[in-house]
């Protein structure tokens, strides 16, 4: 058995979902069921016994113990974190709270796991730590792209709790000696992905006719990865990487955010037209630009590549579409997943830098 961590979240909930549609291995699935882990991504689960889920804080030492000695897994997979960073500017407490404290508990818990195991068990034991590209900082536009040696200079309050946890991790096999692995992902998308990150947003935002909000000139750069590559990426470092080390998994595809926004914009006037015949880029709007944001963030995934042999699968052409498509056949979940907590987020966040201009096309 293995113990995911967040695994009612985006990435947590793709990697369940992936990992017992190609492997009977069982699943400890523990997640606390904040605004963004929702049970419904995993309705596909019910009555399989292969899946075993708790709801729970990877901070509760108390459960954390118990679940380890009781279920015994062979690995732990950290994917539970607080990881909006427009939610960190407004609250980042929160995210020190799960991101450092929680990671430090779990930490805890699992080393003193891990000390009592014995042969092969403990030989074979993996504790595999869950990252972003953002605690590497920003990049100029003709920076390479970020490496495993690349310095670490975290940028927002949300970047700079995983920079935290990470070094935590480390620190952990350094002077414990606890077999852990690390991977730094770049922008995630797909299936699940909650409605108040770029690509969902935007999707949700058309359909229901409202502004596609784009922070300053929209000119910032991502590389995106379709979250199954994410899912196919984390399993192989799992089953082959180093111990100690630490894994860049990115999809190739460096992308300004007004040209994703551009591309989403021309899928949904194919696949669902508005009914007044105009553009869905009509409704872009660029608002006043989050404080401290960084410019470009790059993955340079060849080590991944020239060790483990994993490259992703999907291009953004592929991936994007498949995306926008499971938006149009699943209203229902967003329109579930759409609380008035969220709602009032939302107005919170973009309301007050009101449209500054719209795009012309």
Known sequence: MILVTGGAGFIGSNFVLDWLATRDEPVLNLDKLTYAGNLENLQGLEGDGRHVFVQGDIGDTELMDHLLASHRPRAVLNFAAESHVDRSIRGPEAFFQTNVQGTLRLLQSVREYWSRLEGPQRQGFRFLQVSTDEVYGSLAPDEPAFSELHRIEPNSPYSASKAASDHLVRAWHHTYGLPVLTTHCSNNYGPFHFPEKLIPLMIVNALGGKPLPLYGDGRQVRDWLYVKDHCSAICRVLEAGRVGDTYNIGGWNEKPNVEIVEVICDLLDELRPRSDGVSYR???????????????????????????GWRPAESFETGIRKTVRWYLSNAGWVSRVQSGAYREWMQAQYAAPAAAETLRQ
């Open 282 to 308: 009509s409704q872009i709007a660029f608002v006043s630009d989050r404080p401290g944001h960084d410019r470009r963030y790059a993955i340079d995934a060849r080590k991944i590549e020239k060790e483990l």
